[in-house]
């Protein structure tokens, strides 16, 4: 019988540590870097006035990267629309982005030096006669590209009530960045806060190759010992849950997050808040810098390598790695959130959006991600490719799945395909049978064999226990099976008839809608429930008698005695 372990990749077996240790074993915890309000981020020369300068090609560029040296000399050409992202070809790096709503778009370059200066060093205007197909702006570039950040600036409008915040004031993140470096906090939670200089995205380098194919001891040189909280901390504990029987662990969001959402000093706990579930997604292709021994080093690029690491040692053990991505929201929040990636590309298409641009909020943190929009579910599936291709996952959950199921957002009164419809007839976010989302996903012939798990219910109130799309290869989490093991083995009357469906993979849920027992991943307990029906055997702690210690033990094997799929958290 499988067994799959949730772990969140802080999980160690060293001792507790604070949270700014955690993320920066030999750091201090580094006060909030406050905005910098000067004559340069106002936009204005010492004087007062604006400080803008044109460039001969007739665009507008900072004065400050313009009357600076160019410390790199780019040649540069038009580039092409596809793939999206900032891919190495032909010698140099073409840079492919989607901003439909967008009238400018500039590529923004700059050193790991000048990031640590707030300075651009290059900017690169592009031109939409040459550099635009469709509503993909793209550039291709050649020239030295060592340790070189991007990032880009759009203008447009800024009309939250039409669904709009552009800002050319900002440079915000390629949704399709393959690593992001951040040199401190989020200078600002709010709408006026800028994504750069805390962050910024790195270029791929031409000859980072991984070798999946040697076989690396795991005392590895590379493998330091006793990293708690990270990539390199969590091949360290392979070994004990291959002993257990562990054959798949799924690992908590290991995206780019950001973990400083709920940042502030807690003086009763002597301790920094830091949020290191990873629920807060800021770029969904880039690994969590902060969870790799080598930090912001090489530009990141040895994190990605860390990873890799980490499931190839995995593989080796003979244990899967699925990964636990969060495709209903982003940590740009609501209105009130800041613009960092995909709020600056085009609002209103990654967002479920109201007639009047308003965020509809079925995932409980601010926003919607606008999955069946073909844009967006098409970014969707390319994450899913990257992570099964060039990472060698075997598989995901996805955090509340229901979202995926939901129609798109339509509030520009015109269908996604090109058909007309009245605006008081729009509902967004309306359950579809056959989800586009879903459908591609289920049937792209590259994730064909991944394992594919749904949360099936959001915060909107859609739960679809048993009834998710599933088109034969989707499992679910089975939060039945959670209540009804803990009820029954605390005694509660009226389990009995439910337990034994549980114990037979639960064919009330599956049986009717063609699905399987193995449809079911059975679990008692996770990160984020409160569904506990405890019963501690009249004993509470560590000093309880021995018999009760063996009833206990005896309830643990009791909770995963059902068939299929076992999960168990740590």
């Not at 257990?244 to 002597?270: A, D, K, Q, R, T």
């Amino acid at each position: 019988m499988e067994q799959l372990t949730k772990l969140s990749s802080t999980w160690s077996s060293a001792p507790k540590l604070h949270s700014h240790q955690r993320f920066a074993p030999n750091a201090r915890p580094q006060k909030r870097r406050p905005n910098r309000l000067n004559w340069r981020t106002l936009g204005l020369r010492k004087d007062g006035a604006p400080a803008v300068v044109s460039a001969r090609d007739g665009s507008v560029v900072d004065t400050a990267v313009a009357e600076r040296p160019k410390l790199r000399r780019f040649q540069v050409s038009e580039g092409h629309p596809s793939p999206f992202g900032a891919t190495p070809r032909d010698g140099g790096v073409n840079f492919a982005v989607y901003a439909g709503n967008a009238v400018s778009a500039a590529l923004c370059l700059m050193t790991v030096a000048d990031l640590e200066e707030d300075k651009v060093t290059e900017q690169i205007s592009l031109d939409p006669s040459t550099n635009k197909t469709g509503n993909v702006w793209h550039v291709f570039l050649t020239g030295d590209f060592k340790d070189i950040l991007y990032g880009y600036k759009f203008d447009g409008k800024f009309s939250p009530e039409e669904g709009h915040y552009y800002d050319s004031s900002k440079i915000v993140l390629d949704p399709y960045a393959k690593a992001v470096i951040r040199r401190g906090e989020f200078g600002s939670l709010g709408p006026d806060g800028n994504c750069w200089p805390q962050m910024a995205c790195t270029v791929p380098s031409f000859d980072d190759k991984f070798d999946w194919k040697g076989d690396l001891p795991l005392k590895h040189e590379s493998s330091m010992t006793e990293l708690p909280g990270t990539y390199l901390g969590l091949v360290e504990k392979l070994d004990h849950l291959k002993e257990l029987g562990i054959n798949c662990i799924e690992l908590m969001p290991c995206h780019e997050f950001n973990e400083l959402e709920y940042f502030g000093y807690n003086s009763v706990l002597g301790d920094y808040k830091v949020n290191y579930w990873g629920y807060s997604t800021v770029n969904y292709f880039s690994p969590m810098i902060r969870y790799s021994s080598a930090g912001t080093r090489n530009c990141g690029r040895d994190a990605i390598n860390e990873v890799k690491f980490l499931i190839k040692e995995a593989h080796r053990r003979g244990i899967e790695v699925i990964m636990d991505v969060v495709f209903n929201h982003t940590a740009e929040g609501n209105e009130n959130g800041p613009i960092l990636s995909f709020r600056g590309a085009d609002n209103s298409v990654y967002y479920m959006l109201a007639p009047k641009g308003e965020f509809y909020n079925y995932s409980g943190c601010g926003n919607t991600f606008n999955c069946n929009h073909p844009v967006v579910r098409q970014f969707i599936v390319d994450c899913l490719r990257y992570w099964v291709t060039e990472m060698h996952v075997d598989g995901f959950r996805f955090d509340l799945a229901s979202i995926m199921t939901r129609g798109t957002s339509l509030w520009d009164a015109t269908n996604v395909y090109g058909s007309l419809i009245e605006g008081d007839l729009l509902t967004t976010g309306t359950p579809l049978a056959s989800p586009p989302l879903i459908d591609m996903i289920s049937n792209d012939p590259i994730l064909h064999g991944v394992k594919l798990i749904a949360e099936a219910w959001d915060a909107g109130g859609l739960y679809q226990l048993g009834m998710f799309p599933h088109w034969g290869i989707w499992s679910e989490w089975n939060g039945k099976y959670r209540d009804t093991v803990r009820q029954f083995i605390k005694g509660t009357d009226g389990f009995s008839g439910s337990l034994a469906e549980c114990l037979c993979g639960s064919p009330n849920l599956y049986q009717e809608g063609g699905g399987r027992p193995w449809n079911s991943i059975n679990f008692i307990c996770a990160h984020d429930e409160n569904h506990n029906n405890s019963w501690n055997c009249g004993q509470e702690g560590e000093f309880a008698s021995i018999s009760v210690k063996k009833l206990r033990k005896r309830q643990m094997r009791n909770f995963l005695s059902a068939s299929w799929f076992p999960k168990v958290f740590q």
